[in-house]
T-cell receptor, first 112, second 115 residues
Framework: GDSVTQMEGPVTLSEEAFLTINCTYT??????LFWYVQYPGEGLQLLLK?????DKGSNKGFEATYRKETTSFHLEKGSVQVSDSAVYFC???????????FGTGTSLTVIP | NAGVMQNPRHLVRRRGQEARLRCSPM?????VYWYRQLPEEGLKFMVY????????ESGMPKERFSAEFPKEGPSILRIQQVVRGDSAAYFC?????????????FGPGTRLTVL
């Protein structure tokens, strides 16, 4: 069945460091791929998405490219800030669109 | 445009009681999804509803759990005879369209604690 495998955390970085959070997926057909961010005590917020192969989603300095050949959607940011501290979830939408499959989440802490 | 609303934000129940969680989707959205997040885990799909219809309930436990999305009013996730293992954060999401490319917008969640 469909699934998402996400890099385990927690991840701790210094401010202005480069961030990569790996995400790979298994799916039938061509799913849409998403990154969501969850701040403490809050619900998930969409960070970015890509709906077809080679699409690049980007938002707030974060970006991820839909790589069909490697079934990956790695999240990157060139220079993280303290305010980026949160839990990041990779997700895919199955071909029916009925449900999303989420990774287990990667906790990021950015220290000044 | 208000986002997805969930209430209550926090709910405490004793074992054996019923829990009712409410979700009002974004204005104009007719597709609602419920997810459960256990401590230190990702979100797990429970059920997908459109107005008055359950489309996919493959993630719902077979017993004690039910969901509805009536023609008028919010979607309700009902858990009967709660047990400690039901303690979790329950998130509702809504989308404008069905299908895989549309974004699901999430509410702030209801954190259920079963004593």
């Amino acid at each position: 069945g469909d699934s998402v495998t996400q890099m385990e955390g927690p991840v701790t970085l210094s401010e202005e460091a480069f961030l990569t959070i790996n995400c790979t997926y298994t799916a039938t057909g061509y799913p849409s791929l998403f990154w969501y961010v969850q701040y403490p005590g809050e619900g998930l917020q969409l960070l970015l998405k890509a709906t077809k192969a080679d699409d690049k989603g980007s938002n707030k300095g974060f970006e991820a490219t839909y790589r069909k050949e490697t079934t990956s959607f790695h999240l990157e940011k060139g220079s993280v800030q303290v305010s980026d501290s949160a839990v990041y979830f990779c997700a895919l939408s199955d071909i029916t669109g009925n449900q999303f499959y989420f990774g287990t989440g990667t906790s990021l802490t950015v220290i000044p | 445009n208000a986002g997805v609303m969930q209430n209550p934000r926090h709910l405490v129940r004793r074992r054996g009681q019923e829990a009712r969680l409410r979700c009002s989707p974004m204005k104009g959205h007719s597709h609602v999804y419920w997810y459960r997040q256990l401590p230190e885990e990702g979100l797990k799909f429970m059920v997908y509803l459109q107005k008055e219809n359950i489309i996919d309930e493959s993630g719902m436990p077979k017993e004690r759990f039910s969901a509805e999305f009536p023609k008028e009013g919010p979607s309700i996730l009902r858990i009967q005879q709660v047990v400690r293992g039901d303690s979790a954060a329950y998130f509702c999401a809504s989308s404008l369209l069905a299908g895989g490319t549309d974004t699901q917008y999430f509410g702030p969640g209801t954190r259920l604690t079963v004593l």
